[in-house]
């Protein structure tokens, strides 16, 4: 049995160059230690703002990677990641950020920790997710069994554009 777990994670950023900021976190997540270094990443794509409107549009994508790491250790090392690109955090809900990286599925895990929740608690309503996973992972099932594919049905595009 494989020790290393197959991780999807969620990219988004809408300040400071996101296109540069995606690029080079895709760039920090080939170096992470006990990972893959080939990681698989959809297209970036163009989104509208989840959650207030008053900020830019924001860069997204969805990246693949095989790892030994636990969950909590990713976590971790995907915050560094976020801080090291610049990203202040704010206090306010859903505001820009410069980098975000989230844990979208860690292999068929289910965790509900206090600094953690596997799957993504948001991940089945958002395009921004959705269409870029469906890209690099088309016959992906949720732990729950649901097919990734499914999802095209009830998530619509709302403007979602391929860069
Ligand atoms: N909206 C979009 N389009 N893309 C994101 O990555 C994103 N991330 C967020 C919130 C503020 C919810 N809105 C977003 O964290």
Redesign the pocket.
């Known amino acids: 049995m494989s020790l290393y777990q197959t991780v999807y994670l969620g990219l988004?950023a809408n300040l400071n160059d996101p296109i540069d900021q995606i690029h080079h976190a895709i760039a920090a997540l080939k170096a992470l230690p006990d990972t893959n270094s080939e990681v698989k990443v959809s297209t970036l794509y163009s989104?509208?703002?989840?959650?207030p409107q008053d900020q830019p549009d924001?860069v997204?994508a969805v990246a693949c990677i095989h790892t030994r790491l636990q969950p909590l250790d990713l976590l971790a090392l995907t915050q560094k990641i976020e801080l090291d690109l610049g990203r202040i955090r704010k206090d306010e809900r859903?505001?820009p950020?410069t980098l975000?990286i989230d844990i979208l599925l860690f292999g068929e895990q289910v965790l509900n920790l206090p600094t953690l929740s596997v799957p993504h608690y948001d991940m089945k309503l958002r395009e921004?997710v959705i269409y870029p996973l469906l890209e690099i992972a088309p016959n992906l099932l949720m732990p729950d069994g649901l097919a990734i594919k499914e999802l095209q049905n009830t998530v619509p595009l709302n403007g979602l554009t391929k860069i």
């Open positions: 988004g989104s509208k703002p989840m959650g924001y997204n859903w505001g950020r975000d921004f």
